[in-house]
């Protein structure tokens, strides 16, 4: 009978879980579609594009609030079995509440396994496909960065002119030795500036003691020279790239690129974390959930339920923001950005879990 109640039990949580992830996946497919159409609105591109452009963006943004689904599906499963009043057969059947959130606390983690090792890396498939197409309409498309064991490689155009900026290292917010080369349209040789060193905080650079090479000649200038490009910090950090758009190993790999390059590799670590620890956080969630609802008065209403966990996630999803910020901005460790919420959680957790089954 235990068997029987096993299956029962995870056939409903798994129900729930993909109702509510086809119910957000199909909100974040309308959203997007509106922001798609917005975008290619001066385009020529075919009338189906932002819908595609929607689907292949949607699974990424139904990744990025999981834990969220994950939460509020243990309630509902809660809800409906108080509803049926069929959580009185884990009391006819010998059981307790324990029981029944270690079943879910298994079906949650091993669905956080799926997640990591089928469902993010066909999202990150999509959303790399997203990011090339959009890239192709992109008005920022004829801007291109590049890193390779030369250096950081930047094409930019500025007033009908073409920049090829190549720098050796960066040491934020500044580019070290940097080389640059001004084309006009045709591609012919106007001039090269080379500096020692390049504040890149803004898209106006400071250009500090530049060498000017023209007409077969060169000077030093002795003031700064101030270029305006379409790159600042941010953008160079970024990499036009969304990490979302790599799978696990490609992460591994741009990090020992970034490595060898002297580059930071930060938002790769804290992006990285976050996965891997999915089934963990899913896990956390889902018993956090369970002991909320098996504590709460049965003569409250639905809607209260519903609304104390969209508040609670609202809640845990800025905690975990301000930490994440924390470990980027070194303020603690990125590990412990990743971890400490988690941690915290799950001292809840267990306080939670030690008066359970006197419920």
Request: hydrophobic share 50%; charged share 20%; aromatic share 14%.
């Amino acid at each position: 009978m235990v068997n029987t109640l096993d299956r029962y039990f995870i056939i409903l949580f798994f129900k729930k879980l993909l109702m509510l992830s086809a119910i957000f996946f199909s909100l974040s497919f309308i959203l997007t579609i509106f922001e798609e159409i917005t975008f290619l609105s001066e385009s020529t591109s075919a009338f189906y594009l932002p819908f595609m452009l929607a689907i292949f963006d949607a699974p990424t943004t139904l990744l990025e609030i999981l834990p969220f689904v994950i939460l509020i599906t243990a309630q509902l499963f809660f809800i409906d079995l108080i509803k049926k009043k069929e959580n009185e057969l884990i009391k006819i059947n010998n059981l307790n509440n324990f029981y029944l959130i270690k079943l879910l606390a298994i079906c949650s983690f091993l669905f956080g396994i799926i997640i990591i090792t089928i469902y993010y890396p066909i999202s990150s498939k999509l959303k790399f496909i997203y990011s090339d197409i959009k890239n192709i309409y992109s008005e920022d498309g004829k801007y291109l960065k590049h890193v390779n064991d030369n250096g950081i490689w930047i094409k930019d155009e500025i007033k009908n002119e073409i920049y090829i900026i190549n720098g050796n290292e960066k040491k934020d917010p500044y580019l070290e030795d940097v080389f640059i080369s001004k084309f006009d349209n045709n591609f012919n040789l106007i001039e090269n500036i080379f500096a020692k060193k390049v504040d890149i905080t803004s898209d106006k650079w400071i250009i500090e003691n530049p060498i000017v090479f023209r007409d077969n000649s060169q000077f030093q200038l002795g003031e700064t020279l101030i270029l305006n490009t379409h790159f600042n910090i941010d953008k160079i950090n970024s990499a036009f790239r969304n990490l979302n758009s790599f799978n696990l190993l490609q992460l591994a790999d741009i990090k020992k690129e970034n490595m060898l390059l002297g580059y930071s590799s930060q938002d790769i670590d804290l992006h990285f974390l976050k996965i891997i620890s999915l089934p963990i956080y899913f896990t956390i969630l889902v018993i956090i959930s369970s002991i909320i609802m098996l504590n709460i008065k049965k003569n409250k209403p639905y809607i209260f339920h519903v609304l104390l966990g969209i508040s609670l996630s609202v809640i845990i999803y800025y905690i975990n923001n301000i930490f994440n910020v924390f470990g980027l901005t070194n303020k603690i460790p990125i590990y412990m950005s990743i971890f400490f919420p988690m941690i915290f959680l799950s001292i809840i957790s267990i306080v939670g879990l030690i008066r359970i089954n006197e419920k």
